[in-house]
């Protein structure tokens, strides 16, 4: 019975890395797509490519989301931790379908949360508020600025650059910073599967505390994440390639370096599962925001802001939902 669960936790866990990939495939290229420096599929084949690559490139994060709860051993943990998956696979399917560039990271998170939460197991809350929910805050808010500033700087430096000329180069330039958005998406994202994994595997005795991300788990995280990235989410690229702002090369170079800039310093120097989707949103807004601050179309972003708010405590009540009728089926099937 307990092996049966393991390998639904595991299924469960790739199926969440899909709705990851093409839930944040717009993430790595909205902005390259909708200033036309790349096509759609030549974009998407990038970033999935590049995705792939970035899982294999540390153990950082996924470390740190294997850290954020302590369901225990034995079926009734595995059954928190699939519970938790399922809390946040919904959650990232309704945003989906709203179009709506929310968290997946904090949906895990809260999924995972709100499964321990509701079956009194324990929540490790110094990690969830010191490595979560404090980077949930700050990232953004770095990312914006540090938009605002490059933009500053690029507009100095290219202030007497012919128009044609200079976005014809930043085009090109954006196929680099594109592809460096993807690998840290890779970096980030696909390693918070794989901590949910070894967070499976721990609770069935099949790993101990410390011991490395066994090579097939990455393997298949980074595999599942690509897959689901090159399937698209035309929805939510809508959303933040020109619903926001509409961009220029220029300032799309400047949103992908400062977004994949953040993301690679809080995966190695802070170990924190930062929110791709947030990062590169608010350096969005931040490089659009020296155009004039009416620029930027605050309505939109007013509606994004409303669903990382509830991400949290929305992924974690319908972890909780999912805890509860799985524990009851549990109840009836012995």
């Known amino acids: 019975m307990e092996i049966a669960i393991i390998v639904a936790v595991v299924v469960v866990a790739l199926v969440f890395d899909y709705t990851n990939g093409f839930h944040d495939a717009a993430n790595a290229i909205a902005t390259s797509v909708s200033t036309r420096a790349l096509t759609p599929r030549v974009a998407l084949a990038m970033a999935a490519v590049m995705n792939f690559v970035g899982a294999f490139l540390g153990q950082e994060v996924a ?21 938790g998956l399922l809390g946040a696979i919904t959650w990232n399917l309704i945003t989906w379908y709203y179009g709506l560039p929310s968290s997946s990271s904090h949906a895990l998170i809260g999924g995972l949360v709100g499964a321990a939460v509701a079956a009194g197991a324990t929540a490790n809350w110094s990690v969830v508020i010191e490595k979560v929910v404090i980077p949930m805050f700050l990232s953004p808010v770095v990312a914006f600025g540090l938009g605002f500033g490059l933009m500053l700087l690029i507009m100095w430096l290219f202030r007497r650059a012919n128009p044609g000329k200079a976005n014809r180069g930043f085009r090109m330039a954006q196929t680099v910073s594109a592809a460096a958005m993807a690998l840290g998406h890779g970096l980030q994202d696909a390693q918070k599967t794989m901590g949910v994994i070894f967070l499976a595997l721990l609770s069935g005795g099949y790993v101990a505390k410390g011991d490395p991300l066994p090579l097939w788990v990455i393997a298949c995280a980074a595999g599942a994440i690509s897959l689901g990235t090159y399937s698209g989410g035309w929805r939510i690229m809508r959303t933040l390639g020109r619903r926001i702002i509409h961009l220029d090369p220029a300032r799309g170079f400047a949103a992908e370096s400062v977004a994949s800039s953040v993301l690679y310093t809080t995966a190695y120097v802070f170990e924190a599962p930062i929110s791709t989707t947030h990062t590169i949103t608010s350096a969005v807004m931040g490089v659009g925001a020296t155009k004039r601050v009416s620029a930027v179309r605050w309505g939109v972003a007013r509606s994004i802001l409303t669903a990382w708010v509830l991400t949290f405590p929305a992924a974690g009540l319908a972890a909780a939902l999912c805890y509860w009728i799985s524990h009851l089926l549990l109840e009836v099937i012995l």
């Open 63 to 83: 470390t740190t989301v294997s850290d954020t709860i302590d369901p225990g051993t034995g079926s009734h943990a595995l059954v928190i931790v699939m519970s």
